[in-house]
């Protein structure tokens, strides 16, 4: 009987097809999972017992903004601590390559703090990411933001001229080349909010060569969401690409319940052209403090002011209480800062997450001082509230948004399923109690239930730490496409 380097033993199999359970030995030998067979049957010099645990593939999640997070905190324990061993990172149209300049300003500073984890080429980039030998994996989009900030100097008020366009158009070519999976817009922040459909659709063209997906922030997710949907769908199509819509959600009191028109609008569009979109499973989004977005917040939570420290986790209404001013003139005094606002409907974000076109990302920002929740309880939020709770969907279609069907929307080959040949990206977790412990109140919170997590066979986390694993790579297109084809 051949002997591997790990077994894990006597575990119940959700492979990430969405299979029932069934209950394995699995083998891993080097980086790659080696085999899957009755239990009992497998020998391997380290054994990890299963026993009462469920045995998935490590998650993905397909919506981050941990770029340089890979960087600066190779161990990722916010993301390691779910379960996930891999990010899709350079989403909402910010990424940090390629970046030709040298200032960090207010939306860059969502994803970036040290301005030398910038690169002006994707192949640099991806080698900063190899080098730093992160924890976990990471797949990464260009952002059309990002290359509108090379290109159009400070003057973003404006749709790009042909000249710029092609400049843009050359630079994501450039990056795709190199190892980019895709492009990413955020035609809602200002940085990108005046480009025309058409010069977006003419940047997205490398795509289609390529193979790169298109992921998109709408231009709007609330009153006009409906005509944000067709521009998605109009840049997806003539780019020749694939798209994942971003965060999917109704956001403002106004608009909730509008699930029921946009999700069989998604339904109809899948059978078009190929169309998915990711969720996360909560009522509150996040991002840089606007002071146009304060209306349509139910309440609003500050993650980080540069300006005025101390104001992580407080609510902005009572910070303008103190300061005895409206919450849009205390906005101004503390900016810049980042926030939390609460604008969806619960029956919303189920029935978008239930939807067959649904995957599962965090879009947690990883440097913010009192961070949104999701950051560090997506994933066994999803597992522990969504479905063993509430019954959403069954275990193993939860384990399915998170791995295979994401892995196979960003071209992620090998990745996503517990099977011979994939990589040996494991998560192993006890189904009974695994549940988020991150709230809006304490969100720097490990997950509970997550019992062991590697990645490209190393151990990433292991009773509630970081294990010593750190075998995570840049993922890179061309290696993917290979991996497609072996
Ligand atoms: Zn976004």
Redesign the pocket.
């Known amino acids: 009987m051949a002997s591997y380097d790990i077994v894990i033993r006597n575990g119940q199999v959700a492979d990430g097809t969405g299979k029932k359970l069934f209950a394995a030995d699995v083998a891993l030998r080097g980086d790659r999972i080696a085999a899957v067979e009755a239990p009992g049957t497998l020998k391997g010099d380290n054994e990890i017992d299963a026993r009462g645990k469920v045995v998935a593939p490590g998650f993905i999640d397909v919506h981050t903004h941990d770029d340089t997070a890979l960087i600066d905190n190779p161990t990722m324990a916010m993301k390691a601590s779910q379960g996930v061993t891999t990010v899709v990172c350079g ?2 149209g910010l990424s940090a390559a390629p970046y030709l300049r040298s200032d960090i300003g207010h939306f860059m500073s969502l994803m970036v703090k040290k301005p030398e984890n910038t690169s002006k080429s994707f192949a640099e980039f991806a080698g900063k990411v190899d080098a730093a030998r992160p924890a976990i994996n990471g797949a990464f989009l260009i952002g059309h933001a990002t290359l509108r900030l090379n290109t159009m100097g400070d003057d973003l008020g404006r749709t790009a001229t042909a000249g710029e366009i092609a400049t843009m158009r050359d630079l994501l070519d450039q990056s795709l080349e190199q190892g980019a999976i895709g492009m990413s817009s ?1 035609l809602f922040y200002a940085a990108a909010n005046a480009a025309s459909t058409d010069e977006v659709a003419d940047v997205a063209r490398p795509l289609g060569k390529w193979g790169g997906v298109y992921t998109a ?1 709408m231009r709007d997710e609330g009153d006009d969401i409906l005509k944000a949907m067709d521009e998605t769908f109009e840049i997806g199509r003539r780019a020749g690409a694939s798209i994942i819509v ?2 999917h959600k109704c956001s403002g009191r106004s608009n909730f319940g509008r699930m029921k028109e946009t999700l069989p609008k998604f339904s109809e569009a899948m059978k078009q052209q190929e169309i998915a979109f990711d969720v996360y499973p909560y009522v509150a989004g996040s ?1 840089i403090l606007r002071s146009d977005m304060l209306e349509r917040a139910e309440k609003v939570l500050i993650t980080w002011s540069d300006k005025v420290p101390g104001m992580g986790g407080r609510d902005l209404k009572e910070i303008a209480a103190e300061m005895g001013c409206s919450m849009r003139e205390a906005a101004d005094r503390i900016q810049p800062a980042g926030a939390i606002y609460f604008m969806m409907d619960e029956k919303d974000v189920q029935s978008a997450m239930a939807h067959p076109g649904a995957m599962i990302g965090s ?1 947690g920002i990883p440097f913010d001082v009192h961070p949104h929740p999701r950051l560090w309880g997506t994933f066994p939020r999803v597992l522990g509230h969504y479905s063993r709770e509430l019954k959403l969907f069954p275990l193993e279609d939860a384990v399915r948004r998170m791995t295979s069907y994401s892995a196979q929307r960003f071209g992620l080959a090998k990745r996503g399923e517990v099977k011979p040949g994939f990589y040996a990206d494991i998560c192993v977790f006890d189904p009974a109690t695994v549940i988020d412990t991150a709230t809006f109140e304490k969100p720097i919170s490990a997950a509970k239930g997550i019992d062991v997590v590697l990645c490209n066979g190393a151990v990433v986390w292991r009773d509630g730490k970081p294990g010593r694993g750190r075998a995570g790579r840049a993922l890179r297109r061309q290696d993917l496409q290979k991996e497609a084809k072996a």
């Open positions: 989403n909402c955020g922030h971003s965060h991002t879009d």
